[in-house]
């Protein structure tokens, strides 16, 4: 068998291979961009053997920052040929667009500031200062933007206006939502006519890899036309939350902002800098909202729906998320580390599948709707971390590990089997490799 240190330099060459200038995009074939959450993860890979790359990675994300202070979720490679590219997001429809570079209109989960402070402890240190004087003004205005756009009634709890904000694309509970949104007559009858199936041999992804394993092409019909919704308000936030009927203040989404809001007042302590109390006191407040999201009968967090203000209780990996937030209480911690360990929904021989296996929607190949993440695997790794359990959080490592070593680099994995499935050669799976071997839990 090969060791730990042949597998982290082969993890390096993925990140090599899919480098493009300053930037590592997912996999250079199917995602030549840069998005933003995966650039997240694999500045904590980096910053392990390159830091700073790392942080060549993060300042290209923060170059693209608009004017309001959004972090956009695509950063884009205007020569690639991608479903995804300017041409879909023509960003300057927005006046707080940059001019010199070309982006998606919404973000992505905000790990910026963990990945940043992450980033700056492995740089030398005067380096790492000089890194964090620089970001820090640009983090602060992110962080502010989510709270003055994204909380409108202040309670804490950010919206989201598009799956592909949350990362987990086709996850059931967003899938659920945007169902029961009934379609305009001319999208009803182009399902009816069955016309989206024809796309489905234009889609990029879908040629390269088998399609039953990508987002299916209702779905990927429906979401691109809800972006499209998104793009004719502008861009605008307030627009999209005065009308549309698909915001979801997701589970994912606020527990990483939480934890993210954590090493932004990290960063301001080490410079020296106060944050503004309005920020501070949204940032309180949202450690208090969580707990809105808990639902008692069933012991877990579920996202909530913004216009009916009802949980959507439909399972899903993310209901579990808050453990990385760090500011739920031990009880809730306990609850949540019991139903990661339940055998009938998240413990099959490859955990953690990201729906739970007795869920109607579990299938072991479908993109979000089943398969292993090394990503959310790293998440709930934290979250173990976090909160004590070192035990299961070793177990959670070594899983991981071992079913990327057996595997390969995949995009994602059968927790039934470990098989590899979507993309090889995954960004994010060999960066998060390399930050987890060399992850000394104790
Ligand atoms: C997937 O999302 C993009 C759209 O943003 C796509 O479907 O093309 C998701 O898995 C997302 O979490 C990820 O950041 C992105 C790139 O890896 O791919």
Known sequence: ????????????????????????????????????????????????YQPQRAATEINN???AQWANGMVPHMILNPTAPHWLGPSFWP???????????????????????????????????AEG???????????????QWLYRERDPLQNGLVVLVHSWECGLDNSPPWIEALNKIPNPLWLATFFKL??????????????????????????????LYRAILFRKNRYDSKTQIKKSRWLIEDVTFNS?????????????TILGEDLPADLNLRMQKAEQAIEELWDGDTGQ????????????????????????SGCIDKDRAQNLVSLMGSATKYRPAFPVPSVPLDSPYFDQHHYWQGPTWANANWLL?????????????????????????????FEYFSPLSGKGYGANNFSWTAALYIHLARLNIG
């Open 1 to 48: 068998m090969e060791d730990t240190n042949e597998y982290i330099k082969k993890a390096q060459a993925v990140l090599d291979a899919n480098q493009l200038g300053n930037y590592t995009t997912p996999n250079s074939q199917i995602y030549p961009h840069q998005w933003l959450w995966d650039s997240c993860f694999v500045a904590y890979g980096l910053a392990e």
């Open 61 to 63: 994300l923060l170059d």
């Open 91 to 125: 960003s300057q429809r927005s006046s707080a667009a940059p001019k010199h570079v070309q982006t998606s209109g919404m973000t992505q989960p905000p790990l910026l500031s963990l990945a940043a402070l992450n980033t700056a402890d492995k740089l030398p240190p």
């Open 129 to 143: 200062k000089i890194f964090l004087k620089q970001t820090y003004p640009k983090l602060l205005a992110y962080h």
């Open 194 to 223: 069955k016309a989206d199936k024809i796309g489905i041999k234009f889609r990029h992804d879908t040629q390269a890899i088998p399609p039953h394993q990508r987002l299916s092409q209702t779905d990927a019909v429906k979401l």
């Open 256 to 268: 990483i902002l939480i934890a993210a809001n954590r090493a932004l007042f990290d960063i301001a």
């Open 301 to 324: 967090y579920y996202s909530r729906n913004f216009r009916s203000k009802k949980l959507i209780k439909t399972p899903s990996i993310a209901s579990l998320m808050p453990l990385f």
């Open 381 to 409: 790794t934290q979250g173990l971390i976090r909160y004590g359990y070192l035990k299961e959080a070793s177990y959670l490592q070594n899983q991981t590990l071992r079913m990327i070593e057996q595997n390969g680099w």
